[in-house]
């Protein structure tokens, strides 16, 4: 997943367990909505804002009715949870997102580089 | 609304003739939209100029199952809008839209169509900028649920005669959305709002990003004149200290050592700060 260009998202991003959710991309899972409806699909983005795209999307609404979506987006306020699928290894996840980031922190060249962040050791 | 020989005619499902409309009788401005409980929520019903990231002309607009007609979806920054040719439509603030998705199930609804759903209840023409705080039903709308006990929405279909359509005007409502994140959300507050917190300035600071200086420290940071001035302020404050010794039965010897924030005045006999009496003036 390509990390966002934008400085905010991404202390956002790594500052909570969104960056989980951005490892995730390519999986189908289930989102449930806040408004107790349900959104099945293949996880197209999300950002750090917690917003989804989904695609190919079976969607429960609250009263059980079933449709097909192609195309789906929720915004984050109304996502109340996201089932990450069994075969998902969190904790690898969310350590392989955080590098990426990193990555593009201390790589110079393109305006993303900053230099001081040669010096920081783990 | 639209005029006809001089009388204003009310586009509300309800009557025909301005004049008949209970939204005029309620005073209400043409040319503004309204919920159901009098609310003014929009100003303004022109299309958007700017920040249009898409628009599609030949979209019919259908609102909680009714149909508005055909007319041109505006997919602006700061707003989704809908128009027929005749001025009449609505407007949606996004983060009244809760989620958007591009419906191509016959079986279910019989058009290819971009599904929005919106957080808040809408009369027939009116548009919901805000979060949805109505509990009062529409009760001139046409409603598939009932929705006394649960959190009203607004299901709205844009049907484009161009079913080509459907996905750039899907990932521009996406575009827009992101644009609008959820101020309420406290918990993607950041500390380090913009900018990336700078490792190395950190470091320099032994992890903390200092905003004040130890005692120790500010002492050796202050020029002579800074000096000159705390040791003023110590006498007057030692001199101050030194009339109300007997208060409050504080010992000022053995207090001062108590003191280790870094205020202590270093006279031998005042308590920094602690009885600020009215005596002194800082």
Redesign the interface.
């Known amino acids: 997943m390509e990390v966002t260009h934008s400085?905010?998202e991404?202390?956002?991003t790594e500052?909570?367990l969104v960056v989980l959710l951005q490892g995730i991309h390519g999986h189908v899972t289930t989102v449930d909505?806040?408004?107790e409806s349900m959104a099945k699909g293949r996880i197209v983005n999300v950002?750090?804002?917690m917003?989804i795209?989904l695609a190919e999307?079976v969607?429960t609404d609250?009263?059980g009715r079933a449709?097909?979506?192609?195309?789906?987006?929720?915004?984050?306020?109304?996502v109340r949870y996201v089932h990450i699928p069994d075969e998902v290894n969190i904790i690898k996840t969310i350590e392989s997102q955080l590098q990426k980031i990193h990555r593009v922190?201390n790589f110079g060249g393109e305006g993303q580089g900053?230099k001081?962040?040669l010096?920081?050791k783990k | 609304m639209r005029s006809t020989g001089g009388g204003w005619v009310c586009t509300c499902s309800k009557s025909k003739a301005w004049s008949d409309c209970r939204r005029r009788k309620r005073n209400i401005q043409p040319g503004k939209i309204i919920s159901e409980d009098n609310m003014v929520l929009l100003k303004n019903v022109t299309p958007p100029c700017e920040g249009v990231r898409y628009q599609q002309s030949e979209t019919t607009a259908v609102l909680d199952g009714k149909g508005l007609g055909s007319g041109t979806l505006y997919v602006a920054e700061n707003r989704l809008s809908w128009f027929d040719g005749t001025g009449m439509g609505f407007s949606l603030e996004y983060p009244s839209i809760s989620l958007h998705a591009i419906s191509r199930d016959v079986s279910a609804y019989p058009q290819e169509h971009l599904y929005v759903m919106v957080n808040a209840k809408l009369s027939e023409e009116g548009g919901a900028a805000e979060e949805s705080e109505m509990k009062e039903k529409d009760s001139e709308g046409e409603q598939d649920e009932s929705d006394e006990d649960t959190d009203p929405i607004t299901e709205i279909r844009f049907v484009p005669s161009d079913k080509a359509a459907l996905e750039p005007m899907f990932s521009a409502m996406c575009e827009c959305q992101a644009l609008h994140p959820d101020p309420e959300d406290d918990d993607s507050d950041s500390d380090f709002e913009g900018d990336e917190y700078d490792v190395e300035e950190a470091e320099q600071g032994q992890g903390d990003v200092p905003s004040f200086y130890t005692y120790e420290e500010g002492l050796s940071r202050l020029t002579s004149e800074g000096q000159t001035t705390l040791e003023r302020l110590e006498g007057m404050l030692a001199e101050s200290v030194a009339q109300q010794y007997h208060m409050a039965g504080v010992r000022t010897e053995s207090a001062a050592a108590d003191f280790e924030d870094g205020m202590e005045v270093d006279t031998g006999s005042a308590v920094a700060g602690q009885f600020e009496d009215a005596d002194v003036e800082h």
Do not use: M, P
């Open positions: 400085i905010r991404r202390t956002i500052n909570s909505l806040r408004d950002d750090a804002f917003n795209r999307v969607y609250r009263y449709t097909h979506l192609a195309d789906f987006f929720v915004t984050g306020r109304n922190r900053r001081e962040y010096k920081y």
